[in-house]
C-alpha cells in the first residue's frame, strides 16, 4: 500500500510521480493531435497541453507545445478560476474562453479546462489549446483596428455543463465562422484529450492512493523553484540592457530591454518599447511574458521543468499602452508577429551578463493565411500553412535551417496543404545564401513558390517581419538574409496585410537566414568548402 496523503513523500516517490504526470499529460496532448480537425494542429503542433492543481498553479506540461501556448496558459487557468471557483464545478464541466488578455494572446487560441474530481472534491484541473485557423471577422492577419474587428469573443464560458454541451453557445460560434465544421470538431477534440488526461490520473491517484495532489504539487513547484534559484544564482547579479528594430505594419517598432539578475530570480522589463499599432499586431501582457520568459529559459535553467515554480522566478513587466502590454481593444490577431521577437531580445541581454547565446534568428514563424477571394463561388478554402526561417549561430554551432525558434511550430507539409487547397507549391528548398556568414554561420531560410491549381486569383494575408531588418550576427557574426514575398513576374510585395495574387501568376516566399556568430575569416576551411559542395553559400 502506497503512503496516503498526510504523509510526505521520498524523493524517489516525487520522481515516480513527476515522471508519471509527465506521460499523462504527454497523453493528453497527443489525444489532441490524432482528433484535432485543424491542420496546424495535427501536423504542425500549435497546441498546449498541461495539468494544474485545484489552485490554478500549473504542475507538468507536455512536451508537444508552444511556448506562447503553454506559459500563457500557465497563467490564464487562475483566470478561469476567479469567474469558476472550484466548489461552483462539477463533473462533466468544460470551460472555455478565446478572450486575448486572459489566454494566449489572439482570438483564434482557444483554451478549454476541465475539472477533475475525486471523492466529489475538484483536485485538479487540465487545461489545453488550440490554433482554429478562422474564428469569423476579417480573419487571421494583421490588418484589424481593434479586436471587435478580428473574430468572434468568447469570455470565460462553460462549453459543457455536467457533460452536455451547451448548444446555444456552440450555434452562435458555428454561425460565426467560416468553417463550422472544422472549428466544431476542435472544441471537442480539446473536450476529449482533458478527459483523456482526466481519466489517467484519477487512475494513478487510485493506484497510489491519493486523496488530494496539493502535496505532490507543492513538492514538484517547491523543488523547480529552488532548482532556478540556484542557476540564477551563478550569474552574478546585474542589469543588462538591449534593443531590436522589427518592421512592424507600417512603421519599424523598436523592442527595448533590462534584464536585471537577482540573487535567485530574474526580472525583464521592456520599459522604452515603442507604443501601440493602429494595426493587429499589439501584444497583451500574457504573451509577452510567456515568450519573454521562455527566452531566458532557454539558456537558464533548461533542464528544470516548466511550471508555477520555475516560471516564478522570472518575472515580467512592460508599460501599459506599448505594444507589448497592448489594452483592450486593441488589435491583436498577428500578436506573434512581434511577441516571438522577444526571446532573442532577451538572449541580447543575457550575452552582456555572459551567458552562451546564440545570434539573432528569423524568430517570427512565417504562417501566411491562403485563401479563395471573397467574390469567388466555387472552390472556397482557407489554409494557414507554416513557413520557417533560419535560426541564428550558436557556440560552436552553425544555426538549425529552416526551423521553428522560439514557437517550436513545425512546417506543415507540401502534401497536406495541397490536399487542403487548389494550390500547387511548385518549389520548396534551402535558400542559397541566406545564411549570415560568421565563424558559425547562421542557418538558411527558405524559398517557397505557390501557384493556384486552375490559375485562378487567390489571396494571401500576410504577417511577416523581417523584411527590412534582417537577424543579426553576434561577436562579429554577419546578419542573415532579409525576408522577401515578391510575384514571380511583378514587383515585391508588403509584409504585411492582405493582397491579392493575380490570376496566372505565382507567389514567392522567402524566409529570414539566422545572424552569424565571430567574425567570418575565422570559419574553418573545411567548413566552407561543405557548405559550398552542398550549394547552401
Known amino acids: 500500500m502506497r503512503k496516503p496523503q498526510d504523509i510526505s513523500f521520498s524523493s524517489v516517490d516525487i520522481q515516480i510521480l513527476w515522471n508519471r504526470l509527465l506521460a499523462i499529460v504527454e497523453e493528453q496532448a497527443q489525444t489532441l493531435i490524432r482528433t484535432s480537425f485543424s491542420p496546424t494542429v495535427r501536423e504542425a503542433g500549435d497546441l498546449s497541453a498541461g495539468v494544474f492543481d485545484a489552485h490554478g498553479r500549473m504542475i507538468a506540461q507536455a512536451v508537444t507545445g508552444t511556448p506562447g501556448h503553454v506559459n500563457a496558459m500557465a497563467a490564464s487557468v487562475k483566470e478561469f478560476l476567479k469567474v469558476f471557483p472550484t466548489d461552483e464545478l462539477a463533473p462533466g464541466d468544460v470551460l472555455v474562453t478565446n478572450d486575448p488578455w486572459k489566454g494566449t494572446g489572439h482570438l483564434n487560441d482557444f483554451t478549454v479546462v476541465t475539472p477533475v474530481f475525486q471523492n466529489d472534491s475538484c483536485v485538479a484541473l487540465f487545461a489545453a489549446t488550440t490554433h482554429i485557423a478562422d474564428v469569423g471577422g476579417l480573419g487571421f492577419g494583421a490588418d484589424g483596428r481593434s479586436v471587435y474587428e478580428e473574430g468572434l469573443n468568447i469570455p470565460i464560458s462553460r462549453l459543457f455543463r455536467k457533460g452536455r454541451v451547451d448548444e446555444t453557445l456552440m450555434r ?75 518592421d512592424g505594419y507600417d512603421a519599424p517598432i523598436d523592442l527595448v530591454c533590462t534584464v536585471t539578475i537577482g540573487d535567485d530570480i530574474i526580472d525583464i522589463d521592456f520599459a522604452g518599447t515603442s507604443g501601440t499599432s493602429a494595426r493587429g499586431v499589439n501584444v497583451p501582457l500574457t504573451y509577452t511574458q510567456a515568450y519573454a ?191 522577401t514575398i515578391r510575384l514571380k513576374d511583378g514587383p515585391p510585395l508588403n509584409g504585411m496585410g492582405r493582397e491579392t495574387v493575380p490570376a496566372g501568376s505565382r507567389l514567392i516566399i522567402e524566409t529570414p537566414g539566422g545572424g552569424g556568430l565571430g567574425p567570418p575569416a575565422a570559419r574553418d576551411a573545411a567548413r566552407v568548402a561543405e557548405d559550398d559542395r552542398n550549394e547552401l553559400i
Request: hydrophobic share 40%; charged share 20%.
Open 293 to 483: 520568459s521562455f527566452g531566458a529559459r532557454c539558456v537558464i535553467g533548461g533542464d528544470i521543468p516548466n511550471n508555477a515554480g520555475s516560471l516564478a522566478a522570472i518575472r515580467v513587466s512592460a508599460p501599459e499602452g506599448c505594444i507589448l502590454n497592448a489594452p483592450p481593444p486593441s488589435a491583436v490577431s498577428a500578436r506573434h508577429a512581434v511577441g516571438q521577437m522577444l526571446p532573442d531580445v532577451v538572449l541580447g541581454c543575457l550575452a552582456k551578463a555572459g551567458v552562451e547565446t546564440p545570434a539573432e534568428g528569423a524568430s517570427c514563424i512565417f504562417n501566411p493565411v491562403l485563401m479563395s477571394v471573397e467574390h469567388a463561388v466555387e472552390d472556397r478554402f482557407v489554409i494557414n500553412p507554416i513557413f520557417n526561417g533560419g535560426t541564428g549561430a550558436r557556440q560552436g554551432k552553425d544555426g538549425l535551417s529552416t526551423t521553428a525558434f522560439p514557437s517550436g511550430v513545425r512546417t506543415t507539409s507540401t502534401e497536406i496543404n495541397e490536399a487542403e487547397a487548389p494550390l500547387i507549391f511548385w518549389r520548396r528548398e534551402f535558400r542559397q545564401g541566406s545564411a549570415g556568414r560568421g565563424e558559425y554561420r547562421g542557418g538558411l531560410g527558405q524559398s517557397i513558390e505557390i501557384a493556384h491549381a486552375s490559375g485562378q486569383p487567390f489571396a494571401i494575408s500576410k504577417m511577416f517581419d523581417r523584411t527590412g531588418h534582417p537577424p543579426r550576427g553576434r561577436d562579429g557574426g554577419e546578419a542573415g538574409a532579409p525576408a
Open 172 to 246: 452562435l460560434i458555428r454561425a460565426n465562422v467560416r468553417d463550422p465544421i472544422v472549428a466544431e470538431g476542435d472544441f471537442y477534440s480539446l473536450a476529449a484529450c482533458n478527459d483523456a488526461g482526466a481519466k489517467r490520473l484519477s487512475a494513478l491517484m487510485s493506484e497510489w492512493p491519493l486523496e488530494r495532489l496539493d502535496n505532490v504539487a507543492d513538492a514538484i513547484i517547491d523543488l523547480s523553484r529552488a532548482g532556478m534559484a540556484q542557476r540564477i544564482g551563478v550569474i552574478g547579479n546585474g542589469a543588462y540592457e538591449h534593443a531590436m528594430r522589427i
